[in-house]
């Protein structure tokens, strides 16, 4: 019989979910899935994404939630409890590797809304405007980027600090709602634009990405599912730690299947209302500027800091207003994602100790974590996403334009959700699959539930999590080290 967790709970299933959703709602969200969603089939994309969550997303989740709550443990320690097979014990240092070098990438991130809704406030008290040249600005400053970065692991440390039902739950039943209201008004306010029809042809119009001129050439298919299944991993939080953990804190009442289903609409939603705010709002200032649609960032942190900041910029006086409110947004947006991932890496130092019969210092195990984290993303921050030549490419001279050696950010990225989450994904799913059984969770799933998920979860962890996690990590691996295999 596996011990009950002792570490802490969430005070109540709405909190428990909005933490949840919290984790799953992230950076990715908003600069990722529009984009990708455009330049991958619009439509036909989501149509993929929608599928692979019902029948992928749905099971790891479902899996890692009952892993969890069934051990009372994060992952390392879950599967250790879980299996006695040592070829899949060390599953669990799978989903901390990928959180923690999320984290020195994040944190760096989550720095620049600090500054971005700094200076959207100071514009909107002076009536100077910042651009997009401001984003350069800070790119090539090393001390302020590290300085920011320094601040937001501050307060994600503060909220950690908290406890689950006193920090990570409290900043979540917040930050949640607010988020939703944020992203209500800045899509309103995108919608109003000229030429933001451009934008929402882009994300739904099946082929228009091409026909349009945002991108040269259509995505293979098999391209199109890696791209929506690490989207979809990535965005989920899954096989990252996070939801393992999150499990691990639930009372045996909560129903497991209805709370991942709830989860894992609520975050799809989130993400193409994040789609909706930002990109017919990049489109259209484009447009109206005169930059070829080719040209226009629709992705990553240019999409979010240089192209939507001239957007603000060219508002006017009311710009300094929908910035700072949008850049709230996204700060919200990356604390509750940080904070869950920062959760999943402390408490495995927590476990450990605890199994021995120790007694550990939360608050020291969380200190000891969030340096590390800060130390290395130092150089994520100092790199200025290779700005100023220190990136994998120029510290070892290699002649590459892969994804893996451009700039540090790209490196850690590459290793965390091209290697380690698709990876430590699949081996989940074979382990829950054909070494444990789906069995050997059923009375944890069946916990406060009554329905008929059963059968359906467990052919989806035994054959089609597996299949589509392979060639999600074989398209990754092809993509972020520039083979070109697809």
Known sequence: MVEENKRGSFGSNIGFLLSAIGSAVGLGNIWGFPYKMGKSGGFTFLLVYLALAVFVGFAIMLGELALGRKTGYGPVNAYKAITQKKGFRW????????????????????????????????????????DSSSFGAMLTNPWLSIGIMVLFMVICFLINLGGVDGGIEKFNKIGMPALFVMLVIIIVRAWTLPHASEGLKFMFVPGYAVKGGFIEEAPGVMSVLATAGGQMFFSLSLAMGAMITYGSYLDKGENLPKNSVIIVIADTIVAIMAGLAVIPAAVANGIAKGIPVGDIKLGGPSLLFATLQDVFHDMGAIGGIFGTIFYILVLIAAISSAISLIEAVSVTFIDRASAKGHETNRAKVLAIVCLVITVLACLVAADGLGSNGIAPKDIFHIDSKADWCADWLDFMDTWSEGIAMPLGAMLMSIMIGWQ???????????????????????????????????????????SFFGLGWF
């Open 91 to 130: 599953i669990g240092w799978l989903a901390i590797v990928a959180p923690f070098l999320i984290m020195t990438f994040y944190s760096v991130l989550g720095g620049y809304c600090i500054y971005y809704i700094a200076i959207n406030l100071i514009g909107l008290c002076t009536g100077t405007m910042p």
């Open 436 to 478: 444990i059984k789906p069995k050997a969770l059923y009375d944890e799933i069946g916990s406060g539930y009554k329905g008929k998920a059963l059968g359906f979860w467990s052919f989806c962890i035994k054959f089609i999590c597996p299949i589509v996690m392979f060639f999600v990590l074989l398209v990754q691996v092809s």
